[in-house]
């Protein structure tokens, strides 16, 4: 099941809206820090994702993706 603070693949996911998450790299080594998944329709695994080195990108084309505004006073998966 894909859910926040889930860990797949080495990153701890902080978002979940519709058929896409994001996550955030778990190993500070990672060159691309953040990743944007498509969730399986089962909601048992991802697949298809999109790789960033930065956080602001990553969120910027999260929320183009999802349609949905990203509060960035709130704490991510630290």
Not at 7 to 27: L, M, N, R
Not at 60 to 65: G, P
Request: proline share 1%; hydrophobic share 35%.
């Amino acid at each position: 099941m894909i859910e926040i603070y889930s860990i797949i693949k080495g990153y701890k996911i902080y978002g979940v809206c519709g058929k896409y998450c994001i996550a955030k790299s778990v190993t500070p080594r990672a060159t691309d820090l953040f990743v944007i998944w498509k969730i399986h329709k089962n909601k048992s695994g991802v697949h298809t994702g999109r790789y960033f080195s930065n956080q602001m990108d990553a969120e910027l084309e999260f929320e183009r993706l999802t349609n949905m505004r990203i509060n960035y006073s709130a704490e991510t998966a630290e």
